[in-house]
């Protein structure tokens, strides 16, 4: 009876109905799919918790891999004739299918390459070729392209399965994999390589129709996603679960052709620097998939039978409203600890059912929004809310602590958002540049590029920072910062130009350690603008995506001026402006005045030796000296 007289007293108060607003906000937002990116991440939590499976199909991959590449000794693509051996070979086995995830839509210039080929896969009789429908995007126009490996490879194959893949927007994963796709040019359905190796081995016939939610493989019924689409079963992760076979190994005979006799054969690239690998479930990013594997995995779910479903948007919203709904009684407990043990113990149990439902039933059921509406649904009405001041610095710090320095955040805590929203004031402002990086960056790999710059731009940065300097972006290897604001600095070109200098030393202590370590290339240089001037300086942008930054004709400028060090083979250049601040403490030599893009006066330009009294080794010398 105390419980209704309290439900009844508490039904129209504030923190009711704000407990109200939320659950129902978190319901809408459930079914706009606003919490899709971390169900994604819950359903890769439930395979790793899940673990590994053992294959239901009996696939064999032979890998182009990394060991094969150095035993080969040759480039990929191999040539038609090695991979007419490496056919010839698996055919003698007599497996149920061999697919080869590799496109062959244009003529070699092997002599005789093709021909070979296409012999390799006539003999062989049941090889199923991949090729792909191609989207072409330029200027403005969309072109979906049907693409064909060579027609005397078609002939002689058993198949032709499309290679597409769909990788989540949110991430980039790799959750589901379309069964067939429309070829816009003649409104016809194309089936993957996947689904045509799955059913040669099933025995069963190709589907005459297809439903919107369904396809037919004989006796099995394949559900589908967004009409197209999967639900990949991963077994595991990648390498460790279907049995693979370096290629030159199966050439060389030193895997017994009888090994593939019965077994579902593919070939495929698999070594990280061909660059066909995705990250899926299972270890993510930090062990990414190739493609091949990828499409194993979706033949062994089409096989099996075991196929991953999940709920609809409805359901989960109607869970996030339940649960919070279930929440707030919970709450309005006139003992606080029942609550949070009866909210506790809700959650727990609704974990429990999210995995037993996809670990037992393959079903994908709405875990994230659920949970947020039930700690929602508890919290809302059971804290009171905050002082406004308390409020304002908490949402302040919270929204700008990853975009700005911390110097700033703690500014606008102290003063308030609209104290940083801008102001003019003197800047001095930075650009630095590498010298010769694209040259360079061309003959490196992605990966040496990314790690070069990381350090590098690690570097430059504890410099400006340690001379008081706020960096405001970086793009590519260019470093663009300014000095004097958040915080006032008196003395700011002084602090600009010896940062200019001490990156310039660093650079050089980089290079030499690069040098002798042997791991990077050192034939690059490093270009600085400096300009003192005023400029605009605070908040910029909308309400999604905000910056501390700077900008006005002064930073302009700057950019001309690092731009200059090429033309005058000299790597730190400050304009007039910082030269009158700075010429009693560093020496300067007058290089010229220069009409620059959007100044009607030439402008002086200076190049900076080092420190007044500064020993040789910290003297700035010319570009590639």
């Given at each position: 009876m105390r419980f209704f007289q309290r439900l009844r007293s508490t039904i129209f108060s504030r923190t009711t109905v704000l407990a109200v607003v939320t659950v129902l906000v978190i319901t809408l937002a459930t079914l706009f799919g606003s919490f899709e990116f971390l169900e994604l991440k819950a359903v890769d939590a439930a395979f790793n918790l899940r673990g590994p499976?053992?294959?239901?199909?009996?696939?064999?991959?032979?890998?182009?891999?990394?060991?094969?590449?150095?035993?080969?000794?040759?480039?990929?693509?191999?040539?038609r004739s090695y991979m007419a051996q490496l056919i010839t070979k698996i055919s003698e086995g007599k497996p149920k299918s061999i697919t080869a995830d590799v496109f062959w839509y244009e003529p070699t210039t092997e002599a005789g390459g093709d021909e070979a080929l296409a012999q390799a896969i006539a003999n062989a009789g049941n090889v199923i070729l991949a090729?792909?429908?191609?989207?072409?995007?330029?200027?403005g126009f969309v072109l979906d392209e049907y693409r064909r490996p060579l027609p005397e490879l078609e002939a002689a194959a058993m198949s032709l399965g499309l290679a597409n893949l769909k990788r989540d927007d949110a991430d980039g994963f790799i959750r589901q994999m379309p069964i067939y796709l429309i070829n816009p040019n003649d409104e016809k359905a194309y089936f993957s390589w996947a689904v045509l190796t799955a059913i040669h081995y099933l025995d069963v016939p190709l589907p005459t129709s297809i439903k919107t939610n369904s396809v037919?493989?004989?006796?099995?019924?394949?559900?589908?996603?967004?009409?197209?689409?999967?639900?990949?079963?991963?077994?595991?992760?990648?390498g460790r679960v279907f049995e693979q076979k370096p290629a030159y190994q199966v050439v060389n005979g030193d895997i017994d052709p009888s090994f593939f006799k019965d077994k579902i054969v593919l070939i495929g690239a698999t070594s990280v620097s061909l660059q066909d690998v995705y990250s899926v479930p299972f270890e993510g990013s930090r062990k990414p998939m190739p493609g091949v594997e990828v499409n194993a995995n979706v033949i062994d779910t089409i096989i099996s039978g075991q196929f991953i479903s999940r709920w609809p948007l409805l359901l989960g919203a109607l869970a996030v409203l339940f649960l919070g709904i279930?929440?707030?009684?919970?709450?309005?407990?006139?003992?606080?600890?029942?609550?949070?043990?009866?909210?506790v113990g809700t959650a727990i149990a609704y974990l429990v059912l999210w995995f037993v439902a996809f670990a037992q039933l393959r079903t994908e059921i709405y875990?994230?929004?659920p949970l947020i509406g039930l700690v929602l649904g508890f919290a809302v009405p059971s804290v009171e809310r905050a002082t406004t001041e308390a409020l304002a610095r908490r949402r302040v710090r919270g929204m700008f602590e990853r975009f700005v320095s911390p110097e700033v955040v703690e500014q606008m805590v102290e003063?308030?958002?609209?104290a940083s929203r801008g102001q003019r004031t003197e800047l001095t402002i930075l650009f630095s540049d590498i010298r010769g990086f694209t040259t360079m960056s061309e003959k490196m790999s992605p990966n040496a590029v990314v790690d070069l710059l990381n350090e590098y731009l690690g570097v430059m940065t504890d410099v400006i920072l340690k001379h008081g300097g706020t960096i405001d972006k970086y793009e590519g290897d260019l470093i663009m910062a300014f000095f004097n604001a958040p915080i006032t600095q008196p003395d700011h070109p002084r602090r600009a130009v010896e940062a200019a200098i001490d990156m310039r030393i660093t650079l050089d202590r980089l290079k030499a350690k690069w040098a002798k370590e042997g791991t990077r290339p050192t034939n690059f240089e490093m270009g600085i603008g400096l300009n003192t001037g005023d400029a605009f300086v605070g908040l910029i942008g909308s309400e999604k995506r905000i910056n501390y930054t700077c900008i006005g004709d002064s930073v302009n400028l700057a950019s001309r001026v690092q731009d200059l060090t090429k033309d005058l083979k000299w790597p730190l250049l400050i304009t007039e402006f910082t030269y009158e601040r700075i010429k009693d403490e560093f020496d300067a030599e007058f290089a010229e005045a220069r009409l620059v893009k959007g100044k009607t006066v030439p402008v002086g330009m200076y190049k900076v030796i080092g420190r007044k009294g500064a020993p040789e080794s910290e003297k700035v010398r010319a570009l590639f000296a």
């Amino acid at each position: 009876m105390r419980f209704f007289q309290r439900l009844r007293s508490t039904i129209f108060s504030r923190t009711t109905v704000l407990a109200v607003v939320t659950v129902l906000v978190i319901t809408l937002a459930t079914l706009f799919g606003s919490f899709e990116f971390l169900e994604l991440k819950a359903v890769d939590a439930a395979f790793n918790l899940r673990g590994p499976l053992p294959p239901t199909a009996p696939i064999v991959i032979v890998a182009v891999d990394d060991e094969s590449i150095r035993e080969t000794q040759l480039q990929w693509p191999w040539p038609r004739s090695y991979m007419a051996q490496l056919i010839t070979k698996i055919s003698e086995g007599k497996p149920k299918s061999i697919t080869a995830d590799v496109f062959w839509y244009e003529p070699t210039t092997e002599a005789g390459g093709d021909e070979a080929l296409a012999q390799a896969i006539a003999n062989a009789g049941n090889v199923i070729l991949a090729n792909d429908i191609n989207r072409v995007e330029q200027s403005g126009f969309v072109l979906d392209e049907y693409r064909r490996p060579l027609p005397e490879l078609e002939a002689a194959a058993m198949s032709l399965g499309l290679a597409n893949l769909k990788r989540d927007d949110a991430d980039g994963f790799i959750r589901q994999m379309p069964i067939y796709l429309i070829n816009p040019n003649d409104e016809k359905a194309y089936f993957s390589w996947a689904v045509l190796t799955a059913i040669h081995y099933l025995d069963v016939p190709l589907p005459t129709s297809i439903k919107t939610n369904s396809v037919q493989f004989g006796d099995v019924t394949v559900p589908l996603e967004d009409r197209f689409f999967i639900n990949v079963n991963y077994r595991g992760g990648s390498g460790r679960v279907f049995e693979q076979k370096p290629a030159y190994q199966v050439v060389n005979g030193d895997i017994d052709p009888s090994f593939f006799k019965d077994k579902i054969v593919l070939i495929g690239a698999t070594s990280v620097s061909l660059q066909d690998v995705y990250s899926v479930p299972f270890e993510g990013s930090r062990k990414p998939m190739p493609g091949v594997e990828v499409n194993a995995n979706v033949i062994d779910t089409i096989i099996s039978g075991q196929f991953i479903s999940r709920w609809p948007l409805l359901l989960g919203a109607l869970a996030v409203l339940f649960l919070g709904i279930l929440a707030y009684v919970f709450s309005i407990s006139s003992r606080p600890l029942i609550g949070i043990f009866l909210t506790v113990g809700t959650a727990i149990a609704y974990l429990v059912l999210w995995f037993v439902a996809f670990a037992q039933l393959r079903t994908e059921i709405y875990v994230v929004a659920p949970l947020i509406g039930l700690v929602l649904g508890f919290a809302v009405p059971s804290v009171e809310r905050a002082t406004t001041e308390a409020l304002a610095r908490r949402r302040v710090r919270g929204m700008f602590e990853r975009f700005v320095s911390p110097e700033v955040v703690e500014q606008m805590v102290e003063s308030g958002l609209e104290a940083s929203r801008g102001q003019r004031t003197e800047l001095t402002i930075l650009f630095s540049d590498i010298r010769g990086f694209t040259t360079m960056s061309e003959k490196m790999s992605p990966n040496a590029v990314v790690d070069l710059l990381n350090e590098y731009l690690g570097v430059m940065t504890d410099v400006i920072l340690k001379h008081g300097g706020t960096i405001d972006k970086y793009e590519g290897d260019l470093i663009m910062a300014f000095f004097n604001a958040p915080i006032t600095q008196p003395d700011h070109p002084r602090r600009a130009v010896e940062a200019a200098i001490d990156m310039r030393i660093t650079l050089d202590r980089l290079k030499a350690k690069w040098a002798k370590e042997g791991t990077r290339p050192t034939n690059f240089e490093m270009g600085i603008g400096l300009n003192t001037g005023d400029a605009f300086v605070g908040l910029i942008g909308s309400e999604k995506r905000i910056n501390y930054t700077c900008i006005g004709d002064s930073v302009n400028l700057a950019s001309r001026v690092q731009d200059l060090t090429k033309d005058l083979k000299w790597p730190l250049l400050i304009t007039e402006f910082t030269y009158e601040r700075i010429k009693d403490e560093f020496d300067a030599e007058f290089a010229e005045a220069r009409l620059v893009k959007g100044k009607t006066v030439p402008v002086g330009m200076y190049k900076v030796i080092g420190r007044k009294g500064a020993p040789e080794s910290e003297k700035v010398r010319a570009l590639f000296a």
